[in-house]
């Protein structure tokens, strides 16, 4: 699930290019930045499938196991006890998932060798030995099927390195990706549910993104002048356009979501500068800022409302 922080972020990277390239419109911004949005809906579903992978591959591997001339009965038991568990089925039947997967068509083909090795890791685990002594015991299946996707994909470097070639904005999307596996697999319950989560919490943050955009050009020029008179004793080639950026967006959100306190606002682009830009900006921001809300307030064009009215 897509955090209002992470759709803050989004926003902020199109409209920093935007700031460097003004070739874009607005309307091509929005376009891009659905389009980026959705892509976080995407690598969770590379995601959760790479955890599929793991079961196929255990599957094949018990059926190699199977065909051997000379029986291995302890990998044989081992494999089908893991194949048992029942989490796997209901992941790969979830029709929502199967609807994801046609759009975005994971393929894990080139990997085999890796998977196999996670399948091996798996099996000579003390995880694995301590899950095989109650194997039938639900909460010690869901324990071992978040310590293997804890540690053998939300953890693995090789899948993250995979993740970079595909998708240029993993960096920032993958913790979210990995929200929405997490929480799949903490969904599942003894009576066999389990839950896609969507990638929005709900409507108002579906439409956060675009709303926060059009909302930054709309008062583009006014923010613009007034970021311009606060920070006039800076020469404006010091001032990093991203820092100006962030400022702007701030005093978007700031007149154009009713419902959201100044200071939560305030709070989400301090941080946002702290991680994104220079290590004095927060404060460079936090002080332009502060005479800019007072000025709104007094101009009475802070215009604040349930939630929002809050400090």
């Known amino acids: 699930m897509i955090t209002r922080r992470h759709i803050r972020i989004k926003v902020l990277h199109h409209l920093y290019a935007h700031a460097a390239d003004a070739e874009s419109s607005a309307a091509v911004l929005l376009k891009n930045l659905n389009k980026s949005l959705e892509e976080v809906h995407h690598l969770f579903v590379w995601d959760i499938s790479a955890l599929l992978r793991i079961y196929s591959t255990a599957i094949h591997r018990l059926e190699k196991v199977?065909?051997?001339?000379?029986?291995?009965?302890?990998?044989?038991?081992?494999?089908?006890?893991?194949?048992?568990i029942p989490f796997f089925n209901l992941?790969?039947?979830d029709h929502r998932l199967i609807a994801f997967k046609e759009g975005v068509h994971?393929?894990?083909?080139?990997?085999?060798?890796?998977?196999?090795?996670?399948?091996?890791?798996?099996?000579?685990?003390?995880?694995?030995?301590?899950?095989?002594?109650?194997?039938?015991?639900?909460?010690?299946?869901?324990?071992?099927?978040?310590?293997?996707?804890?540690?053998?994909?939300?953890e693995n470097e090789?899948?993250?390195?995979?993740?970079?070639?595909?998708?240029?904005?993993?960096g920032d999307d993958l913790d979210a990706a990995q929200m929405m596996s997490g929480k799949v697999i903490s969904s599942w319950n003894e009576q066999g549910d389990i839950v896609i989560?969507?990638?929005?919490?709900?409507?108002?943050?579906?439409?956060?993104g675009a709303f926060l955009m059009r909302k930054y050009f709309e008062f583009a020029q006014d923010s613009q002048t007034r970021v311009e008179a606060k920070s006039k004793n800076w020469e404006s080639d010091?001032?990093?356009?991203?820092?100006?950026?962030l400022?702007?967006?701030?005093?978007?959100?700031?007149?154009?979501?009713?419902?959201?306190?100044?200071?939560?606002?305030?709070?989400?682009?301090?941080?946002?500068?702290?991680?994104y830009s220079t290590p004095k900006s927060s404060s460079f921001i936090n002080g332009i800022l502060d005479k800019i809300v007072t000025?709104?307030?007094?101009?009475?064009?802070?215009n604040k409302v349930g939630r929002g009215i809050i400090e």
């Open 66 to 84: 199977q065909q051997r001339n000379v029986a291995d009965t302890d990998l044989e038991s081992r494999i089908q006890a893991f194949v048992a």
């Open 247 to 275: 400022m702007k967006l701030c005093i978007a959100e700031w007149r154009g979501m009713e419902e959201i306190p100044v200071k939560v606002s305030m709070n989400e682009y301090l941080d946002l500068a702290k991680e």
């Open 106 to 154: 994971p393929d894990w083909s080139q990997y085999s060798s890796h998977f196999i090795t996670i399948c091996d890791d798996i099996f000579k685990s003390e995880e694995f030995d301590k899950f095989l002594e109650t194997k039938d015991d639900f909460a010690v299946q869901k324990r071992l099927v978040k310590f293997i996707y804890q540690h053998h994909i939300a």
């Open 158 to 170: 090789f899948l993250h390195d995979i993740y970079e070639d595909m998708h240029v904005g993993w």
């Open 91 to 93: 992941v790969q039947q």
């Open 197 to 208: 989560p969507s990638l929005y919490k709900d409507n108002s943050d579906a439409e956060f």
């Open 238 to 245: 010091r001032i990093a356009k991203l820092d100006v950026v």
């Open 295 to 302: 000025n709104l307030r007094d101009e009475g064009l802070l």
